[in-house]
C-alpha cells in the first residue's frame, strides 16, 4: 500500500513536470530597468559616460574580483532577488556577446548608471540610458526575438517573462535636488512626483502595450542618509528633507502600481521598498551585524564626498560591516538585506522551479561577518 502510493506520488510529480514543461517553449527571464542599483556593465561600454564602475576597486566581491559594470562590491539587490526566484542572471544589453538565443536563454538587463525616470535626470553623466531609451531598446530586442522565433511565440514569451523597474533616486539626488536643474526651480515636492508619477505610468503603460504583465517597481530607500548626502550637511546627519521625498515617492508609485493593475488587462505590477528596513539599519547597524552606517567603505583619504571609488581609493578593513560601498551605493551585505525584505513584501515564490541557484562560480560568497 506504501509502495503504491509513493508510486502514484512519483508518477504525478513526473507527469507535472513532463507537462510543465511543454507547456511552456522555454524558461521564464526578466528584463530588468534601472539605474546604478542594477546596472550590471551598461555604462561600461558607455564610454563617454561619467557614471562608471569600470575601475577597482568595484566588483571585489563578486567572481573574480574584477570590475564587472556593478556599482558595489558583490551583487545588486535585484540580483539577489532573481536568484532566489530561481531567475537566470540578464547580461547587459551592451555586452558584446547578448544575441538572440542568449536573450531567449537569460533575458536583458537594460539599467545605466545615471539614469532616471526622466529623460534629463543625470545629464551631468553626458551619457546613460534613461527610462524611456530603455523601453527604447527593449522594443528593439523584441523586433530581433519576433524576426528569430515568430510573432505568436515571441507574444507569449514576452508576456510570461518577469520586469523590475528600479528607478527614481537620481530623479532627486541627480536633477530635482541640484540647483542647477529647471526641474528644481519649475516644481515643487508635490508637483514633481506628481509629474514623474505621471512620466512612470505613461512608461510603464507602453511597456504593457509590449507585453509585460508581471512586473515589479522597486521604490526608494532613505537616500538622505546616503553618504554624500550626509556630507552635505553641516551636522553629518541624514537630509530629512531627501528622505522625505523618498517616502512621498514611494506613496505615491505604491499608488500608481494599484491603478495600473486595475486598470491595465491581465497587469500585475507590484511595488515594493525596503525603507524601513534601510532606516533601521542605519540608525541600528548593530542590531544587523553591521559596524559602519554613515561613511563609504571605498574611500579616498580624508577626502569627501570623494564621488566615486577609484584604484587610489583605501578599502574599509572589513566590507561585510559596512552598509556603504561608495558615497552613494549599498555594499553587497546591505544589498542583501534590502533583497529579503523585498521578496517579503513582494511575497512571490520561485519561477523555474527546476533551476537551482546561479552556479556557485558566477559569485564570490557574500562577505559574512567574522
Ligand atoms: C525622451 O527621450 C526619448 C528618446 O530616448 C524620446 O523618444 C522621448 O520623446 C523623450 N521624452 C520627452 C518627454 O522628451
Same mark, same amino acid.
Given at each position: +500500500?506504501?509502495?503504491?502510493?509513493?508510486?502514484?506520488?512519483? $508518477?504525478?510529480?513526473?507527469?507535472?513536470?513532463?507537462?510543465?514543461?511543454?507547456?511552456?517553449?522555454?524558461?521564464?527571464?526578466?528584463?530588468? $530597468?534601472?539605474?546604478?542599483?542594477?546596472? !550590471?556593465?551598461?555604462?561600461?561600454?558607455?564610454?563617454?559616460?561619467?557614471?562608471?564602475?569600470?575601475?577597482?576597486?568595484?566588483?571585489?566581491?563578486?567572481?573574480?574580483? +574584477?570590475?564587472?559594470?556593478?556599482?558595489?562590491?558583490?551583487?545588486?539587490?535585484?540580483?539577489?532577488?532573481?536568484?532566489?526566484?530561481?531567475?537566470? #542572471?540578464?547580461?547587459?544589453?551592451?555586452?558584446?556577446?547578448?544575441?538572440?538565443?542568449?536573450?531567449?536563454?537569460?533575458?536583458?538587463?537594460?539599467?545605466?548608471?545615471? =539614469?532616471?525616470?526622466?529623460?534629463?535626470?543625470? %545629464?551631468?553623466?553626458?551619457?546613460?540610458?534613461?527610462?524611456?531609451?530603455?523601453?527604447?531598446?527593449?522594443?528593439? /530586442?523584441?523586433?530581433?526575438?519576433?524576426?528569430?522565433?515568430?510573432?505568436?511565440?515571441?507574444?507569449?514569451?514576452?508576456?510570461?517573462? #518577469?520586469?523590475?523597474?528600479?528607478?527614481?533616486?537620481?530623479?532627486?539626488?541627480?536633477?530635482?535636488?541640484?540647483?542647477?536643474?529647471?526641474?528644481?526651480?519649475?516644481?515643487?515636492?508635490?508637483?514633481?512626483?506628481?509629474?514623474? +508619477?505621471?512620466?512612470?505610468?505613461?512608461?510603464? /503603460?507602453?511597456?504593457?502595450?509590449?507585453?509585460?504583465?508581471?512586473?515589479?517597481?522597486? =521604490?526608494? =530607500?532613505?537616500?538622505?542618509?546616503?553618504?554624500?548626502?550626509?556630507?552635505?550637511?553641516?551636522?553629518?546627519?541624514?537630509?530629512?528633507?531627501?528622505?522625505?521625498?523618498?517616502?512621498? $515617492?514611494?506613496?505615491?508609485?505604491?499608488?500608481?502600481?494599484?491603478?495600473?493593475?486595475? /486598470?491595465?488587462?491581465?497587469?500585475?505590477?507590484?511595488?515594493?521598498?525596503?525603507?524601513?528596513? !534601510?532606516?533601521?539599519?542605519?540608525?541600528?547597524?548593530?542590531?544587523? =551585524?553591521?559596524?559602519?552606517?554613515?561613511?563609504?567603505?571605498?574611500?579616498?583619504?580624508?577626502?569627501?564626498?570623494?564621488?566615486?571609488? !577609484?584604484?587610489?581609493? /583605501?578599502?574599509?578593513?572589513? #566590507?561585510?560591516?559596512?552598509?556603504?560601498?561608495?558615497?552613494?551605493?549599498?555594499?553587497?551585505?546591505?544589498?542583501?538585506?534590502?533583497?529579503?525584505?523585498?521578496?517579503?513584501?513582494?511575497?512571490?515564490? #520561485?519561477?523555474?522551479?527546476?533551476?537551482?541557484?546561479?552556479?556557485?562560480?558566477?559569485?564570490?560568497?557574500?562577505?559574512? %561577518?567574522?
Amino acid at each position: +500500500m506504501k509502495m503504491l502510493a509513493l508510486a502514484y506520488a512519483i $508518477f504525478v510529480v513526473t507527469s507535472t513536470l513532463i507537462l510543465g514543461k511543454n507547456m511552456c517553449d522555454g524558461k521564464v527571464v526578466q528584463f530588468i $530597468f534601472g539605474d546604478s542599483l542594477s546596472d !550590471v556593465g551598461n555604462n561600461m561600454y558607455l564610454s563617454k559616460s561619467l557614471a562608471q564602475a569600470s575601475l577597482p576597486w568595484y566588483g571585489i566581491d563578486f567572481g573574480n574580483g +574584477m570590475p564587472n559594470g556593478r556599482f558595489t562590491n558583490g551583487r545588486t539587490v535585484a540580483d539577489i532577488i532573481g536568484d532566489k526566484m530561481g531567475l537566470p #542572471r540578464p547580461p547587459a544589453f551592451l555586452d558584446p556577446s547578448l544575441n538572440e538565443d542568449v536573450i531567449l536563454e537569460k533575458g536583458v538587463n537594460y539599467a545605466s548608471g545615471g =539614469g532616471g525616470i526622466l529623460n534629463q535626470t543625470g %545629464g551631468w553623466f553626458v551619457q546613460k540610458f534613461s527610462l524611456s531609451k530603455q523601453i527604447e531598446l527593449f522594443k528593439g /530586442t523584441q523586433d530581433l526575438i519576433r524576426s528569430k522565433i515568430g510573432i505568436k511565440r515571441a507574444e507569449k514569451f514576452f508576456q510570461e517573462s #518577469r520586469y523590475v523597474v528600479a528607478l527614481g533616486s537620481n530623479d532627486f539626488i541627480n536633477n530635482y535636488l541640484m540647483p542647477v536643474y529647471r526641474d528644481s526651480w519649475k516644481y515643487n515636492d508635490e508637483s514633481y512626483i506628481q509629474y514623474l +508619477m505621471e512620466t512612470l505610468g505613461a512608461q510603464l /503603460t507602453l511597456l504593457h502595450s509590449f507585453g509585460a504583465r508581471e512586473l515589479m517597481v522597486f =521604490g526608494l =530607500g532613505p537616500m538622505g542618509c546616503i553618504p554624500l548626502q550626509r556630507v552635505l550637511s553641516s551636522s553629518g546627519g541624514c537630509q530629512e528633507k531627501t528622505n522625505n521625498l523618498a517616502l512621498s $515617492f514611494n506613496k505615491a508609485t505604491n499608488d500608481l502600481m494599484t491603478h495600473l493593475s486595475s /486598470t491595465l488587462q491581465n497587469a500585475n505590477y507590484k511595488f515594493g521598498d525596503a525603507y524601513d528596513v !534601510v532606516d533601521d539599519l542605519i540608525k541600528n547597524p548593530q542590531k544587523f =551585524g553591521f559596524s559602519n552606517s554613515d561613511s563609504p567603505c571605498c574611500s579616498f583619504g580624508n577626502i569627501r564626498p570623494a564621488l566615486t571609488c !577609484v584604484p587610489a581609493s /583605501t578599502l574599509c578593513k572589513d #566590507r561585510s560591516k559596512y552598509v556603504f560601498w561608495d558615497e552613494y551605493h549599498p555594499s553587497d551585505g546591505a544589498n542583501e538585506l534590502i533583497a529579503n525584505e523585498l521578496i517579503n513584501k513582494f511575497g512571490f515564490l #520561485r519561477v523555474n522551479q527546476a533551476e537551482g541557484p546561479s552556479p556557485a562560480s558566477e559569485v564570490a560568497p557574500p562577505p559574512h %561577518g567574522k
